[in-house]
């Protein structure tokens, strides 16, 4: 072979290489680009992996309607589920509350209306109304939310949505089913459990530490009666010279029962007939009052609000908040097992 030839063929070599290098260069340089890049659907618009996977969630769970029996107007209003847990959420936690405050607030509203939901599509499949005060979730529609805010609305709104978008479709489930996630303003440092202030016991509302709520500016309460006011409302004699006394706390130093003019009372049936604050009581007497100093707002089982806000503020997230007031739980999409929602 001549020299000629040889010179050919090694240049038309060099470029071929130099080909493939350009290629597995450009395929190296693509390839991140490859795995974010926005998937392009036949309309044209771009939309994220991520993107996708929020719009099937939300395609889930569009067509679940829940119905809220509006207790001024004797009415019934139907709204997406979604739309619901928004109002929920702007209507039981402060807007200016950390974002991932906000965020576990909504899980816990969205799982409470469907933990609702299951329980009773058996009895009443056409019609299952929830209430709009705290008997169930207290609940306000955009008019009211409107007149409520003022010129804030959007701003609290935009920050809202934020937190309703970002937890779309998830509850909160124990093995496998929708829990009922109990929630209340602030504790006294401790959640209680949900045998010590109902009947049942629930393996995942037990009493855990709560040290962020002593920023709550409800924390701490007094309120005074003339002893003529308690026993009129607790249907009891007090001696003036005797103060009510022997009072048994349960874990979380909240009232188990207390004696009073005689009688005995569980911590419950005092906060409820006196309207206090809170079930962790004292009660002293002082020139013809009972006085009772509360810790705590709320009946102090499940989440906290103001503990979820302050778990938030030390850079915890909504999950680290979920998971510590309710115990053993599991953050599920729906429809997650046993939760039959209702279609319209």
Not at 124 to 147: C, G, M
Not at 236 to 262: F, H, M, Y
Not at 292 to 321: L, P, R
Request: net charge negative.
């Amino acid at each position: 072979m001549s020299k000629k030839s040889r010179s050919k063929r090694r240049l038309k070599s060099h470029i071929l290489i130099s080909m493939l290098i350009a290629c597995l260069f450009a395929v190296i340089v693509a390839l991140p680009t490859l795995i974010v890049v926005p998937f392009i659907d036949p309309g044209g618009s771009e939309r994220t992996a991520t993107a996708m996977e929020q719009e099937k969630q939300v395609k889930e769970t569009a067509n679940v309607a829940v119905e809220v029996s509006r207790t001024a107007s004797n009415t019934v209003e139907t709204v997406p589920l979604e739309t619901y847990v928004m109002r929920v959420v702007a209507s039981e936690m402060p807007a200016d509350f950390e974002l991932e405050a906000l965020k576990a607030q909504a899980v816990a509203a969205r799982t409470f209306v469907v933990r609702h939901m299951e329980d009773h599509q058996a009895e009443e499949p056409e019609a299952i109304e929830v209430s709009d005060t705290v008997s169930h979730q207290v609940y306000k529609n955009d008019e009211e939310l409107r007149r409520t805010w003022g010129k804030e609305y959007d701003k609290k709104m935009e920050k809202l949505t934020k937190a309703v978008e970002a937890t779309s479709g998830e509850i909160l489930t124990y093995q496998g089913e929708p829990i009922t996630p109990s929630f209340f303003s602030t504790s006294n440092g401790f959640t209680e459990n949900a045998e010590d202030y109902w009947e049942n016991a629930l393996p995942y509302l037990k009493s855990v530490a709560s040290p962020w709520d002593k920023q709550s500016p409800k924390f701490a309460d007094q309120k005074i009666f003339e002893i003529t006011e308690v026993e009129k409302l607790l249907g009891v004699t007090i001696n003036p010279n005797e103060p009510p006394g022997n009072l048994k706390r349960t874990d979380s130093q909240r009232v188990a029962e207390v004696e009073i003019g005689g009688k005995q009372f569980t911590g419950r049936d005092v906060r409820q007939k006196l309207e206090l604050k809170s079930t962790d009581f004292t009660i002293s007497m002082k020139d013809g009052h009972l006085i009772f100093e509360t810790k705590g707002y709320g009946h102090g089982v499940g989440m906290s609000q103001y503990g979820a806000n302050g778990m938030a503020g030390e850079g915890k997230s909504y999950q680290d908040i979920l998971t510590h007031y309710y115990t053993d739980t599991e953050i599920s999409k729906l429809p997650a097992n046993g939760a039959k929602l209702v279609s319209k």
